[in-house]
């Protein structure tokens, strides 16, 4: 699988934070919260796991920085909520 890269408010996986291969933005909310608002992964990179890697990626950035989570968008809060070690840090 790709690498993943930290951009601004966003992971992403490609050689230009401007024009990612793969991303998931975010935004913060408030002090300690910050909603995943965008899931992005094109059809040919589908079905790799590579959305599920990008949510990751936030998790464990929200873990590393004491935030929580919460997703409006649909496949993040899909990911996150299927998945029980991802609770600790989520927010609904």
């Known amino acids: 699988m790709a690498e993943i890269k930290q951009g601004t408010n966003k992971f992403y996986i490609g050689d230009d934070e401007n024009n990612p291969q793969a991303e998931i933005t975010f935004q913060?909310?408030?002090?300690?919260?910050?909603?995943?608002?965008?899931?992005?992964?094109?059809?040919?990179?589908?079905?790799?796991?590579?959305?599920?890697?990008?949510?990751?990626?936030?998790?464990?950035?929200?873990?590393d920085n004491d935030l929580k989570v919460v997703a409006s968008c649909p496949f993040a809060k899909n990911v996150i909520e299927k998945n029980s070690e991802y609770q600790d840090v989520y927010v609904g």
């Open 28 to 63: 913060s909310q408030d002090d300690n919260k910050i909603d995943i608002n965008h899931t992005g992964v094109p059809d040919e990179l589908g079905g790799q796991g590579i959305g599920s890697s990008l949510v990751k990626a936030v998790v464990d950035y929200a873990r």
